[in-house]
């Protein structure tokens, strides 16, 4: 379903479901001034879409023992088609990985980690990333104050 076959209903929904992913469709029909099956068909045709992927929980890092965020660029030793495979092949399967992105510029991709301090970051870096044959080198930034987050996709 490409954006432009959204209307401002569709939008409205998707605004809501973003903040309050809970919400049942009694609730969220009352929010944008349409009866509960309508919006059950808007939301059902979004999810086959593939507008709406999936509905998650936003946990709470710090309380789990994982505030120590950290962004790692990382440059391969060359790349090539076989090689960066690989690479996002091993990064999927590690868990303190959270986002990986292929990014252009003087790096290859960026991860964001989440970890329960620096020292279990510099064994990560250690025992997990630097096992990856391909990786040429890494520069990590540590997060010292989380200034604004978001899950959602800007709406507007």
């Known amino acids: 379903m490409p954006a432009e076959q959204l209307d401002k209903t569709d939008l409205q929904i998707l605004r809501v479901l973003q903040q309050e992913g809970r919400i049942t469709v009694k609730d969220l029909s009352r929010k944008v001034h349409l009866s509960p099956t309508p919006v059950f068909e808007r939301m059902r045709r979004m ?6 992927e ?15 965020i950290v962004f790692c660029s990382v440059k391969l030793h060359r790349m090539g088609k076989d090689i ?7 990064i ?3 868990p303190e990985v ?3 992105y292929n990014i252009s510029g003087e790096f290859d991709y960026l991860l964001k980690i989440y970890a329960p ?3 279990y970051y510099n064994e990560f870096i250690i025992n997990v990333l630097g096992t990856i044959d391909s990786l040429g080198s890494i520069q990590s ?5 989380p200034v604004k987050t978001s899950m959602g996709i800007p709406l507007v």
């Open 47 to 52: 999810e086959a879409s593939g507008v709406i």
């Open 54 to 68: 999936r509905y998650t929980a936003v946990l709470n890092a710090a309380k789990l023992g994982r505030g120590f």
């Open 84 to 90: 960066a495979h690989d690479f996002v092949d091993r």
């Open 92 to 94: 999927k399967d590690i």
């Open 98 to 100: 959270a986002e990986c």
């Open 117 to 119: 301090d620096m020292q």
């Open 141 to 145: 930034s540590f997060v010292m104050d």
